[in-house]
């Protein structure tokens, strides 16, 4: 990587009907995924969703039983991965031991022909990008878990990928390393230029750092949207429930965008309608709702009344647990302020929130 150097474009990837079967289980099913070159995707999901699965055979170090991989208009599903020029950063870093940060960086490069000398002139050049050019002797044993990564990072933006993978690169750092790092590979992305494919289950590390986000479950892909999507416009209840905190209310659709419960009734905005008679969940995010002594109900739509059962301090926020006179629960974060009020364990209140910050979907 020559100074200053960025990939101007990074590669546009598309996947058509991708599936990969282990014996009878069906690890990933028909996954149709379209990326814009620079963009920074994440796939998020619990383990065992598939998303490992589909990032390995983007890899090619799986090949799928069915569907397309397609890298720049360039159909890749059968070429061998040392043969696809992708950039891959693994979570447990696969650096060589023996050798020094900058010849751990070199490394691509020399198996790609390029001659020592030029090697390790860009290998200097990448670790400066990553700030780690006064570690370049050092081997992978005297550096922090931290730098390691950046070694990583730099191995992988060497040879200016036009797509550049990441397998839960983070997920051995400690939270407050992992959440600096968040913000080091997203300016290392935009300064180099990649494709972006990053594998996570976390999902505060997805929504802090993607432009565009696949859930998966069960090998199937639930939806894809941008972070603001997934948590103000979840499609499923899966999504809300995994995406983010949420209250998700279970009752009957009366066909109206309006859904009783055990003790409550929920509007929901007017897109929300499911058919009447058919069982439906109400989602509420817990910013979203607010708690007032039981006294002043005034509503009995949108509202759920009963006794805090937990209060959880969070620091700028606290957060009540609210069980419903019917069993239900709803969660409340109210911010701390000069307006706030402070409820106890015990106390009765009203749990409200407005129809448009609520989502209604068929269950």
């Excluded at 950039?87 to 390029?114: D, I, K, W």
């Excluded at 199937?220 to 948590?231: C, K, P, R």
Aim: charged fraction near 25%.
């Amino acid at each position: 990587m020559t100074e200053n150097s960025t990939v101007t474009t990074g590669a546009a990837l598309t996947l058509s009907g991708v599936t990969k079967r282990f014996g009878d289980a069906v690890a990933v099913r028909e996954v149709n995924l379209e990326l814009m070159p620079g963009e920074f995707l994440t796939m998020l999901g619990p383990s065992g969703s598939g998303k490992t699965t589909t990032l390995n055979m983007v890899a090619g170090f799986l090949q799928p039983d069915a569907g397309r991989v397609v890298l720049d208009g360039r159909e890749i599903t059968t070429t061998p991965a040392h043969a696809r020029n992708i950039g891959v950063v693994f979570q447990n870093y696969a650096l060589f031991p023996h050798l020094s940060a900058v010849r751990n960086v070199a490394f691509p490069l020399e198996m790609r022909g390029v001659g020592r000398k030029e090697a390790l002139r860009r290998a200097h050049g990448a670790l400066e990008l990553v700030e780690l050019e006064k570690c370049a002797d050092r081997r992978p044993a005297q550096l922090s878990g931290g730098q390691q990564q950046r070694v990583a990072l730099a191995r992988a933006f060497v040879f200016e990928p036009g797509l550049l993978l990441m397998d839960e690169p983070l997920g051995a750092l400690d939270k407050r390393l992992r959440e600096t790092m968040q913000l080091e590979i997203m300016r290392l992305c935009r300064r180099v230029g990649s494709t972006v494919v990053y594998v996570t289950h976390d999902q505060e590390e997805a929504l802090t750092m993607s432009d565009r986000i696949a859930i998966y479950n069960e090998g199937v892909i639930e939806q894809l949207g941008t972070a603001e999507d997934l948590y103000e416009r979840p499609a499923t209840t899966f999504v809300a429930d995994f995406v983010g905190d949420s209250t998700i209310l279970t009752g009957q659709a009366l066909g109206d965008g309006t859904v009783a419960g055990d003790g409550w009734v929920a509007a929901g905005p007017e897109r929300s309608v499911v058919p009447a008679g058919r069982r439906a969940s109400v989602v509420i995010r817990p910013e979203m709702v607010r708690l007032s002594p039981a006294e002043d109900t005034k509503s009995s739509v949108n509202q759920m009344t009963g006794h805090v059962t937990d209060v959880v301090y969070l620091g700028s926020q606290v957060k009540y647990i609210v069980t419903g006179d019917g069993g239900d629960e709803v969660h409340a974060k109210i911010a701390r302020s000069t307006q706030w009020s402070r409820f106890e364990r015990g106390d009765r209140v009203n749990a409200t929130w407005e129809s448009e910050d609520c989502v209604v979907l068929d269950s």
